[in-house]
């Protein structure tokens, strides 16, 4: 596929809805000789759930998965702010790439990755998690999620009145973290993560395993297809400008760097159907 098939950068009221133009952005991936789907988790294979440890895979969204798997066209990465192993715990499917913690960690049939500054972070994130866990103890709802190379901090189920609150006692008991620079903090939908202050994300990640997969695995590198619904999947979009093929799965609207849009779910797994068997 072009470049110049997709239109460049815009907001989100200017981006075309995928479905619009499905048959000829349908055909145009299946043109490609080898397909590279990097698929974020939660709120675009999953719907966004209130209590983090129940976004499990339907049995009908885990079968078009294995599907596309089934194409020997088809390279699948599944890449979230999750460990590696809760992903392999919900969907529960082998061949897939893993890309864990933002990209931090990447696991796959004859590809790995563990990211070196975020190896020797491990022990300053596991003392913030234990002190964050008694700290914000009081605000019922939080749940405080220790995934070795990055700490989460999800308030879902925390009433909206109080999270003002629950903000200034989480900056005020990490600031002097902070202060030390050897870790960052960044926002997703309704959760706090805390990372190793390292350059790399999901555009790094998805970089990365781009490279890798050229020459050793694939005789032409693939092209690479990208979903997601969150602030941290703009820096893969931004990586992606111009290569390939970026859809935000979002039903509101909001400014993204992907090409096209999409508005659940569901239209996630219309779309990845098309290039299943």
């Not at 700290?135 to 999620?145: A, P, T």
Request: glycine share 6%; net charge neutral; with cysteine.
């Amino acid at each position: 596929m072009r470049s110049q098939d997709f239109p460049p950068h815009m907001s989100f009221s200017g981006m075309k809805y995928l479905f619009d133009e499905k048959d000829g952005v349908i055909d145009e991936v299946r043109a490609q000789d080898r397909r590279a789907f990097f698929l974020d988790y939660d709120g675009t294979l999953t719907p966004i759930v209130r209590d983090p440890h129940k976004a499990f895979l339907s049995p009908e969204h885990r079968r078009i998965i294995a599907s596309l798997l089934g194409n020997e066209n088809n390279l699948v990465c599944v890449i979230s702010g999750r460990a590696i192993e809760q992903l392999e715990a919900f969907i529960g499917l082998k061949g897939l790439i893993l890309a864990g913690n933002h990209g931090m960690e990447i696991a796959g049939p004859d590809i790995s990755y563990v990211n070196d500054v975020a190896i020797r972070t491990k022990p300053r994130l596991r003392e913030i998690a234990e002190m964050l866990k008694k700290k914000l103890s009081d605000f019922e709802g939080v749940l405080v999620e220790d995934k070795g190379l990055t700490v989460s901090v999800h308030y879902r189920m925390l009433p909206v009145k109080r999270h003002d609150s629950l903000k200034e006692s989480f900056y005020r008991e990490m600031e002097k973290f902070l202060a030390s620079n050897t870790v960052i903090v960044t926002r997703g939908n309704r959760v706090f993560e805390v990372r190793p202050n390292v350059i790399w994300h999901k555009g790094s990640a998805v970089k990365w395993i781009l490279g890798s997969l050229s020459g050793r695995h694939c005789k032409v590198r693939p092209f690479p297809i990208y979903m997601g619904d969150d602030e941290t999947d703009e820096d893969a979009f931004n990586e992606l400008k111009g290569l390939g093929l970026t859809i935000l799965v979002s039903p509101r609207k909001r400014a993204s760097e992907a090409c096209y849009f999409i508005r659940s779910v569901e239209e996630t797994y219309q779309f990845l159907e098309c290039f299943a068997h």
